[in-house]
């Protein structure tokens, strides 16, 4: 098959989800497929196509496109309306092709009339890692009118899409309750970088132990820090815990409410800030914690899954999910001894469980959970599978 695969975003700039399609392509080239790739073009440092898929023969076409403020909603989104309208006569181009990959997008139904209208024999996948507007609606950034807009245009892609493939069986079940058929609709779980278990010997960095506190109980947070991650909990549970002389919490990352966290931790000294590291420097930096918290704001975890939970689970360290206990992704990892799931932004239970965590030292065995639901090899080749077998 011939697979176009129409990106909401772009290679040359680093991205939570570029080991994700780098691997989904290689699955369908593997399997015997075709891809061409349409993205943005926003004047990034890095090349059009990672190495790796230009070594398959990978082709691509780059569309000019500005970088809008992560916090200007509406200046994003007619970002966004406007690479669609750049993109539709492109499109035609490529009617013949036998199937159409789309990742999450804020204007998924415009994108989907574009493909229907232009390739209607084309296998149509819509790939949802986050589900909008309603990830926005939680956090009380939209509302009204303005999220009966959105929020149709999205059911628009939910219904017109031949295949959904989305990252936790929360997000599933939201998806349905939105108009998403059922049987089209598929959980395949974000990967990490490799199908192996980091083990703390082989990634142990020179750098990422400098900020680590020797000789403490080091309690980590590693991501953006925006709305939907609350970070606060973990600013809070340090004031709770400043008698913990032993305990240090370390938040690294960058985002929109960093500043104002370090504002609200002035006075702290069981708490650090440290700059976002390279994305290779993860499994670093979650196999030296003692501990991984994993935030989300309330009830995000069924819009959402953070992109770094495969990795974290990789490292076989334990991990606090701050998700709600509501979550079924958590509630079935927590089977797993030495993680714990716990309310959205409770300072005083996630306190709790970083002492019992202190207290038992669990060990951490992940190699059944990880290989049943993390492997890279095989969620890519489900990916390939889905994208282009007609159900």
């Known amino acids: 098959m011939k697979v176009l695969m129409w990106m909401g975003g772009n290679f040359d700039r680093r991205t939570p989800s570029e080991h994700l399609l780098v691997a989904i392509v290689q699955a369908l080239y593997a399997d015997g497929h075709t891809v ?6 926003t004047g990034g440092p890095l090349p059009k196509l990672p190495s790796e898929l230009v070594e398959l023969g990978v082709t691509t076409d780059c569309i000019p496109c500005q970088l809008a403020s992560k916090g200007n909603f509406i200046a994003r989104y007619l970002v966004e309306l406007r690479y669609v309208w750049k993109c539709r006569r492109l499109i035609k181009k490529y009617r013949d092709y036998d199937a159409v990959f789309n990742q999450s997008s804020n204007v998924a139904g415009f994108m989907a009339f574009v493909v229907k209208h232009n390739m209607p024999k084309a296998r149509l996948t819509y790939n949802v ?3 909008f507007p309603e990830n926005a609606a939680y956090i009380g950034s939209v ?9 149709a245009e999205q ?23 939105k108009g998403a058929d059922s049987q089209k609709t598929d959980v395949v779980y974000n990967w990490s970088y490799t199908d192996n278990l980091y083990r703390y010997e082989d990634v142990y960095n020179e750098k990422i132990a400098k900020y680590l506190s020797t000789g403490k109980f080091n309690v980590v947070y590693a991501g953006n820090i925006g709305a939907m991650q609350n ?13 913990e002389e032993d305990v240090h919490f370390h938040i690294f990352g960058d985002g929109m409410y960093k500043e104002r966290l370090q504002h609200e931790a002035e006075g702290l000294s069981n708490i650090s800030f440290w700059p976002m590291q390279p994305s290779e420097l993860a499994p670093s930096i979650y196999a030296m914690a003692d501990v991984n918290v994993i935030p989300l704001a309330p009830n995000i975890y069924r819009t959402a899954l953070p992109s770094k939970t495969a ?9 606090v999910f701050c998700f709600g206990n509501q979550s079924k992704f958590g509630k079935g990892a927590c089977i797993q001894e030495g993680y714990c799931m716990i309310d959205s932004g409770d300072a005083v239970e996630l306190r709790s469980a970083i002492l019992e965590i202190k207290k038992s030292h669990p060990h951490i065995n992940v190699s059944t959970l990880y290989t049943n639901y993390f492997l890279r090899s095989v969620n890519s080749k489900k990916y390939s599978d889905l994208i282009t077998t007609n159900k």
């Open 129 to 131: 890692q986050d589900i």
């Open 36 to 41: 061409h790739i349409i993205q943005k073009d």
């Open 311 to 319: 990795t974290c689970i990789a490292c076989q360290k334990p991990i």
């Open 143 to 151: 509302k009204g009118i303005v999220y009966k807009i959105l929020s």
């Open 231 to 243: 970070v606060d909990v973990v600013v809070e549970t340090a004031k709770l815990m400043q008698d």
């Open 155 to 177: 059911r628009y892609a939910y219904r017109h899409a031949d295949q959904i493939i989305t990252i936790s069986e929360d997000m599933k079940e939201l998806l349905i309750e």
